[in-house]
């Protein structure tokens, strides 16, 4: 259900009716600070982490092999990697193609083919820190893992500060500066421009190679999470306990913040800590409210969410694509997007203020996949990888 409430969440802050209309919470923070936005990535991978723990645990009991959980998880983490990439080159040529009725299949506004497809991303970020986070994980103690995320999240904060980044400067100096930071460094130096993120213009990208580390150390504070909800003590201490080292997580975390400020783009040291907080805090609240209390009812919207992510992300991924950029339609003597001209046409003129209109088509977009993944859901359908 936790899941669910995320995948939901990324739904529907990612398709709004218009990007310049959105309402401050559904919008990422500028740079550094957050919003209820900057905490959708980073819950998706913590719950990464603790269901790794989960179901390594539970194929153990059945008697599984090291070698063979490895190699399982190496094959889950290289096809999320592989969708990742598929999505982002997708439709992998530019194309220009008449339909009738005056549609067009339009793919030449921006590049897509090979020489431009960006190489990171969001299920890129989740397939390879999954992979890291569950092989560092695999043989180690509670107080292992606790080191070793501590080391990721040091060793990060003081790469970022002390290294000098050529041509720059001091890295700590250069931090609020997007383009002068060492991780858009290294991501211009290994990757080059024409395969970041186009919403940086080239010079960085929010999921980059360096941050990809703290990204990991998320990663392994779920799995110590997936360790302490699975221990036999009652469930009460369990929950306690997630609700105290949250609370004590997102304390450090804005304590952090005032030298290594909290944000998303760099997933600073003082991010993970701060979003991993909240993250056991939201799950300690929502096994209280189900578990302990019973309330179940509001749960049911999320379930189908929860439980088919994957098809979630990536269907909307490619359906996004379509209607935003690809398919065109003739609207006052001008080829505009689909979705463009519904929400120009029908939603818009229902509003006074566009932010209620551009809500309002985030929530249809929200309900169309709900329905899909409902009837999945209905009928027994989950797609894993």
Known sequence: M????????????????????????????????????????????????????????????????????????????LTILALGLLMTGFPYHQFFIHLPGGVVFDSTTIPLDVSHWRMTGVLQRIGVCYLLGALLTLHTSE?????????????????????????RGMGALLLADPGASLPAYVDRAVMGPHHMWIGGGGIWDPEGILSSIPATATVILGVIAGRWLANPKPLAERLNGLFAVGS????????????????????????????????????????????????????????????????????????????YTLVKVPRNGELVSVQGAFYDSVLAPLFADPRDASLLFALLYLAVFYAGLRLMHHRGIIVKV
């Open 2 to 77: 936790f899941r669910g409430i995320t995948v939901a969440g990324m739904l529907l802050v990612n398709n709004p009716g218009s990007w310049a209309s959105i309402y401050e919470p559904l919008e990422h923070a500028p740079w550094f600070g957050w919003t209820p936005t900057d905490l959708i990535f980073p819950f998706f991978l913590f719950i990464v982490g603790v269901t790794t723990h989960l179901s390594r645990e539970a194929r153990r009991a059945r008697g599984e092999s090291d070698r063979t959980i490895i190699r399982q998880t190496a094959r889950r983490a």
């Open 143 to 167: 107080r292992q893992q606790i080191w070793i995320a501590a080391v990721l999240l040091i060793g990060y904060w003081l790469a970022l500060t002390l290294i000098p980044v050529p041509g």
């Open 248 to 323: 004590l997580g997102m304390m450090a975390g804005l304590v952090w913040g005032w030298s290594f400020p909290i944000g998303k783009n760099l997933w600073t040291s003082s991010y993970v800590l701060f979003t991993a907080g909240m993250a056991c805090v939201a799950i300690a609240a929502c096994a209280w409210l189900v578990d302990v209390r019973g309330w179940r009812a509001w749960t049911k919207p999320f379930i189908p969410f929860g439980i088919n992510p994957i098809v979630a992300f990536v269907a909307s991924g490619f359906f996004s694509r379509f209607i």
